[in-house]
């Protein structure tokens, strides 16, 4: 009995060694524009991303888990026991592999995959891991009117389908777009432009930025000058203009009449 136990405490554990409580992630590449470093607390990475969970060498164990938890929820995706299969559950099947040498867990990233991680052995626990999963941002669309009157105010939606957007920021033909008087931003996600010139025209982009992504579009305004509305104005100003003309002559000519 004492010698099986020397023999598992020698070979028979698996990732057997020295202790150590914390499990370390990082997203694995190619991935989006996800951070690639490991960290130790929390990781923030995005859907359909494959991120690895390691753990420092543990003490002996004949079984090992790795364990999820989320709100009330928690369960075990898989367990181990030294030289039998991997048990995983169902809803990581065909996306988790698990390293027997290591004890390291990778794990494809689903949008229900929120949540906090640890590993344990009979011996040992590691603490906590906290796991964000974020969706990578689709292509904006920019909700506006494609042509506008010179002197009228017109305004662009920058509209993302899916996905939580944490900053906006606008372009106009591929430069920075500052709010002024004339520009103004609401919500961030809408661009107002007020008493539009023909000097507005252009090319104007919607960037949008996650935590794992970046994305745009880009939606092409022409400003025209109105001469429907200008020129009749004008031409109205001077008939009005002439006819009192003609109306200050005639009195004029009557007056002399007199
Ligand atoms: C695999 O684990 C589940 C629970 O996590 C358990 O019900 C099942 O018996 C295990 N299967 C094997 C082969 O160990
Ligand atoms: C995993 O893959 C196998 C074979 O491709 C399939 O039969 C099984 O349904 C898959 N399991 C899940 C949970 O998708
Ligand atoms: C398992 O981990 C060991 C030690 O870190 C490593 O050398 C090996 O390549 C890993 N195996 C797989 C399949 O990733
Ligand atoms: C586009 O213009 C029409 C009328 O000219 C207006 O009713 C509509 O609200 C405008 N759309 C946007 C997004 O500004
Ligand atoms: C037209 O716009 C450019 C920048 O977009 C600016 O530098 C320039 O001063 C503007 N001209 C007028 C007449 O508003």
């Known amino acids: 009995m004492l010698l099986f136990l020397l023999l598992l405490l020698l070979f028979g554990s698996p990732c057997s060694s020295a202790a150590g409580l914390g499990v ?14 490991p960290a130790t607390n929390s990781l923030v990475s ?54 027997e040498t290591d004890c390291s867990l990778q794990l494809v990233l ?5 949540g906090l991680y640890r590993f344990r052995s009979s ?7 906290q796991l964000h999963v974020l969706e990578p941002l689709p292509e904006p669309e920019i909700l506006g009117n494609v ?11 920058c509209h993302v389908l899916e996905g939580q957007v944490d900053s906006y920021w606008w372009k ?43 994305n745009e579009a880009s939606f092409l305004l022409h400003v025209q000058n109105s001469p429907n509305v200008v020129l009749p104005v004008i031409l109205a100003c001077v008939l009005v203009g002439s006819l009192a003309g003609v109306f200050v002559w005639c009195r004029s000519r009557g007056r002399q009449r007199l």
């Open 172 to 214: 106009k033909n591929g430069e920075l777009l500052l709010g002024s008087d004339h520009i103004q931003f609401v919500d961030h996600s809408t661009l107002c432009i007020l008493k539009a010139s023909m000097n507005d025209s252009g090319y104007y982009t919607c960037v949008v930025r996650n935590e794992v992504s970046q």
């Open 123 to 129: 011996l040992e626990t590691t603490d906590w891991f």
């Open 147 to 157: 042509s506008v009157k010179a002197g009228g105010n017109t305004k662009l939606v």
């Open 46 to 99: 995005a859907v359909g991303c494959k991120v690895l969970l390691t753990v420092p060498p543990l003490n002996t164990s004949q079984i090992v888990f790795w364990e999820y938890q989320s709100g009330l929820w928690e369960g075990v995706i898989l367990s181990y026991t030294l030289d039998g299969p991997t048990n995983t559950s169902q809803p990581y099947e065909n996306r988790t592999s698990f390293n």
């Open 24 to 37: 370390t992630a990082r997203t694995l590449s190619p991935c989006y524009s996800a951070d690639l470093r």
């Open 110 to 114: 689903q949008k229900g995959d929120e």
